[in-house]
């Protein structure tokens, strides 16, 4: 089955040249794209592009693009979408003064979503996760990594963690699960979060991996929450069960979590809103992707992540949704990609390589999507009529997307 998306206006982020993994530091201005173009998608793999003028051939589906915009669909690599009830209530009291630690601390936060989503059933905690993802597939997201932690007992977790496989099992987005044990410290275990930290490593790991239920580890290595020495313990213990580490790393505090994440092979360290110079040498030269989550210092009115510093060293920089009941309600990516440009000053080029390439890199399957490359899966998005590819991030807000396609079928 060859389809093919003609008299596209300009088709954006196409790799001419040998694919990149990643782009790092000065490529992430390099974007190449083909104004008047042609895509030719077989058996769900982009199979062929280049200028109109260029095509001669035939297909059994044509797809006329006139007006329109092809862009690769987004690739979000942080989410937490498996849970049960919104946080609204906590969202006004931050509004009136309160922090979202000292909401953590009287049991609120990521403990009264793990309460609300312990009394929730597979099939329902399913059925709102999966309206999530049919969400963000209208707005243009096609790959996604979503974590379980809002579990914190072993039988949560692993009902977190079936919804997530079944998502994958049904769904056409490209799908990575993460185990997020050790995302809160249960009321019951403060004061000695040690014995907590044994439950993951002794019990919770091995049976997640032994339904072989996580592509990743993630740990919350944060002030007030894991410490290093605890990320450690669970590292080395999800590593030796095959899981890769991903990690939840200064939000709140310069937590030693870049570094921790780095010494462990970690595929991304996420939130980054507290870096020193350490931090951003510490990643220098690393395969570890550096993740900022706009969403979430938007939402928390925190200090943004210092991504332009990033860049200018030399470094990658990829950016996520967050998507969570407590932190960043929203998985909207286009969102996202103007916020890259309006609030950390990366231009629209960086912006999209953040979205699409280096996100696909941080949940390691750079290799099949966040391009339009030749035989990467044809994952792309057709937009509304619009002027140019600048105006996705400028035109905050609006939904710009008007068609997906996943694996060559428009879903
Ligand atoms: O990525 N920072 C830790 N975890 C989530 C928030 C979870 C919550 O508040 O429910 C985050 O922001
Ligand atoms: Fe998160």
Redesign the pocket.
Known sequence: MRTLIKNIKELVQVETGQPKLRAMGKEMAQMETIKDAYLLVEDGKIKDFGPMRGWSGCADREVDATGRLVFPTFCDS?T?IV?ANS?EHEFVDKIRGLS?EEI?KRGG??L??AKATAAASEDELYDMAWRRLEDVLRMGTGAIEIKS??GLSTESELKLLRVIRRLKEKSPMTIKSNF?GA??IPMEYRGHQEDYVDLVINEMIPKVAAEGLADFIDV?C?QG?FTVADTERILEAGIRYGMRPKI?AN?MAVSGGVQVGVKYGAISV??LEQMGDAEIECLKGSDTMPTV?PG?AFF?NLPLSPARKMIDSGLPVAMAS?Y?????PSGNMQLVLSMACIRYRLTPEEALNATTLNTAYAMGVSNEVGTIAVGKKANFLVTKPMPSYEYMPYAYGENKVERVFLNGVEV
Not at 324 to 328: K, L, R
């Open positions: 942080h937490h849970y946080r979202y953590a936060g990521i009264n979503s932690g809002y997020l995302h809160g919350f944060d929450f939840h939000e996420d939130h989550l979430c928390l967050d969570n009941p407590g932190t960043s």
